[in-house]
C-alpha cells in the first residue's frame, strides 16, 4: 500500500510538465502551429546540413559548367548531363543548392540581428520602466523618434555609415555583420516599449518590493526578479521580429546593399534572378522567392500562434 502511495505521489518529470503544460497542449490542437513549425524545421534544417544536403557545390568556381547555365528545371543540361531540379542560374549553378546555402546565411542574420533588437530594447527597456524620471524620458524620446521613420530606412542609413566607417579592403569581410548591426540597430524599439510597459507594472509587486526592503542590488532585482516575468511578450515579439529581420535583409540584399556576391543570400538570389525573369528563365527568381515566401509566412504563424497561447486575457 505504501509503494502503491509513494508512486502515484511521485513528481513528473519535466518533459512531462512541459507535455502537459497549456502551451503543448495548445500546440498540439493547432493544425496551423503544428504544419508552420513543420514547415520551419524542415528549412532550418535543410540550411543547417546544407553542405551535406545540397546536391552540388554551388559557390566552388571548379565544379561549375557554364554549359549547363539556364537549364529548366528536371531536364539534363546540354554541358554535363545533370539533371538540376529545380533548374541551374547563369552560371551553371543548382538552384536548389543556391537556396540551401542563401537560406542558411538568411537566417544566420536574420537570428543574429533579433539577438541584438532583443539584448539592446531589453535592457533598455528594463532601465527606463525601472529607473523613471529623466532616464526614462531621455530612451523612450529617442525610441519615438526612431519610430516615425520606417524601419527598412533606418536600416539602410545605419548600414551607409557603418559601411562607410569600415575600409574598403574589408568591406566585403564584414558586410554580413554589418548587415546585422544595421538590422539590429533599426528593431529594437519594439523590444525596449513592451520591456518598458511589462516592466513599470512588475516594480509595484510585491515580490519587487521585498527585494528592495532587503536590500537588493538594482542590476540584481533586474536580472533575477524582473527579467525572468517581463519574458513572455519578448519570445513573441523575437518570433515575429525574426521573420521581418529575414525579409529586411531579403530588403537590402534585393537592393544590393546587403550581402556580398561572393555570399549570396535569399535576397541576393532573387536579385540575380529578375535580370532573366522576362528573357524566359522564370525558375531562377521563383523558386527563392518561394523560399523566402515559405520562411517568413511559417515564422509568422508560429508567432501569431504565440502570441494567443501567451496573452492571458485570450484565455
Known amino acids: 500500500m505504501n509503494n502503491i502511495q509513494n508512486d ?23 493544425p496551423i502551429a503544428m504544419l508552420s513549425a513543420l514547415v520551419f524545421l524542415i528549412l532550418v534544417s535543410m540550411a543547417i546540413f546544407a553542405p551535406w544536403v545540397a546536391p552540388h557545390q554551388p559557390f566552388d568556381p571548379s565544379t561549375l559548367n557554364l554549359m549547363d547555365g539556364f537549364s529548366p528545371p528536371m531536364e539534363s543540361a546540354i554541358g554535363s548531363g545533370n539533371v538540376y531540379w529545380l533548374g541551374a542560374d547563369d552560371q551553371g549553378r543548382d538552384i536548389f543548392s543556391t537556396i540551401l546555402y542563401g537560406m542558411r546565411l538568411s537566417l544566420f542574420i536574420g537570428v ?7 539584448s539592446l530594447g531589453v535592457t533598455l527597456g528594463l532601465i527606463a520602466g525601472y529607473a523613471g ?18 524601419s527598412i530606412l533606418v536600416a539602410l542609413l545605419i548600414f551607409g555609415v557603418a559601411r562607410g566607417l569600415t575600409p574598403p579592403e574589408l568591406r566585403d569581410q564584414m558586410a554580413v555583420w554589418v548587415l546585422i548591426f544595421s538590422i539590429g540597430l533599426s528593431d529594437w524599439v519594439q523590444f525596449a516599449r513592451t520591456v518598458r510597459s511589462s516592466t513599470m507594472v512588475e516594480a509595484n509587486k510585491d515580490y519587487v518590493q521585498a527585494a528592495r526592503l532587503i536590500g537588493r542590488p538594482r542590476h540584481v532585482i533586474l536580472r533575477k526578479h524582473l527579467l525572468p516575468n517581463v519574458m513572455g511578450p519578448v ?18 540584399s534585393f537592393l544590393g546593399v546587403g550581402a556580398p556576391p561572393t555570399k549570396p543570400s535569399l535576397g541576393t538570389l532573387i536579385r540575380t534572378g529578375q535580370d532573366y525573369l522576362f528573357s524566359g528563365e522564370w525558375w531562377i527568381i521563383l523558386f527563392p522567392a518561394m523560399t523566402l515566401l515559405l520562411l517568413a509566412l511559417s515564422v509568422n504563424l508560429l508567432g501569431d500562434w504565440l502570441r494567443d497561447v501567451l496573452n492571458p486575457k485570450l484565455r
Open 112 to 118: 543574429a540581428a533579433v539577438f541584438l533588437a532583443a
Open 133 to 150: 524620471g529623466w532616464v526614462d524620458t531621455i530612451i523612450m524620446r529617442i525610441a519615438d523618434i526612431q519610430l516615425t521613420f520606417p
Open 235 to 252: 519570445l513573441v515579439i523575437a518570433t515575429i521580429s525574426l521573420a521581418l529581420a529575414i525579409i529586411a535583409e531579403a530588403t537590402l
Open 8 to 30: 502515484t505521489a511521485k513528481p513528473l518529470a519535466w518533459y512531462q510538465r512541459a507535455w502537459q503544460s497549456d502551451v503543448c497542449w495548445s500546440f498540439r490542437h493547432t
